[in-house]
């Protein structure tokens, strides 16, 4: 009939906060535009994903200029970006799931700077908690 059911709900729903897929059914392209074609293989009655559990810690000079972009600007509502919290939503797009301390210790400073950078991120609308305990950073 032409919908899609996820066959492994938890599997979905794993997926969807990851960021992985989405909800309206996109998610091979989206799958495809972050691992590439190597991740998704078209069986005759199923579709296999491969997805590395891995994060990739450095972005290539083309996805980290794109991000760059999109975390740098600035509407008339939100006060612009300085390199530290791009620095942090960078981090969340790359990993939603990383906590404060990760964070603290991969940019080299404290869990008390990254608490004062968050909140400032989430006042003005850049970032959103979704969940608390298990949850994941929402870069907006």
Do not use: C
């Given at each position: 009939?032409?919908?899609?059911?996820p066959v492994n709900e938890k599997?979905?729903?794993?997926?969807?906060?990851?960021?992985?897929?989405?909800?309206?059914?996109?998610?091979?392209?989206?799958?495809?535009?972050?691992?590439?074609?190597?991740?998704?293989?078209?069986?005759?009655?199923?579709?296999?994903?491969?997805?590395?559990?891995?994060?990739?810690?450095?972005?290539?000079?083309?996805?980290?200029?794109?991000?760059?972009?999109?975390v740098g600007e600035s509407t008339?509502?939100?006060?612009?970006?300085?390199?530290?919290?791009?620095?942090?939503?960078?981090?969340?797009?790359?990993?939603?799931?990383?906590?404060?301390?990760?964070?603290?210790?991969?940019?080299?400073?404290?869990?008390?700077?990254?608490?004062n950078n968050i909140s400032f991120?989430?006042?003005?609308?850049?970032?959103?908690?979704?969940?608390?305990?298990?949850?994941?950073?929402?870069?907006?």
């Amino acid at each position: 009939m032409g919908e899609s059911i996820p066959v492994n709900e938890k599997l979905s729903e794993i997926f969807l906060q990851l960021h992985i897929s989405e909800k309206s059914g996109r998610g091979v392209p989206i799958i495809v535009s972050t691992y590439g074609k190597d991740a998704i293989t078209f069986r005759e009655n199923s579709i296999l994903v491969t997805i590395p559990f891995t994060r990739i810690q450095k972005v290539d000079k083309k996805v980290g200029k794109k991000v760059d972009e999109k975390v740098g600007e600035s509407t008339e509502d939100r006060p612009p970006l300085n390199p530290r919290r791009k620095a942090i939503l960078l981090e969340m797009t790359q990993n939603p799931m990383i906590t404060e301390p990760e964070l603290a210790s991969k940019l080299g400073i404290s869990v008390t700077a990254i608490d004062n950078n968050i909140s400032f991120l989430k006042k003005n609308k850049y970032l959103e908690r979704i969940g608390k305990r298990g949850g994941y950073w929402k870069v907006l």
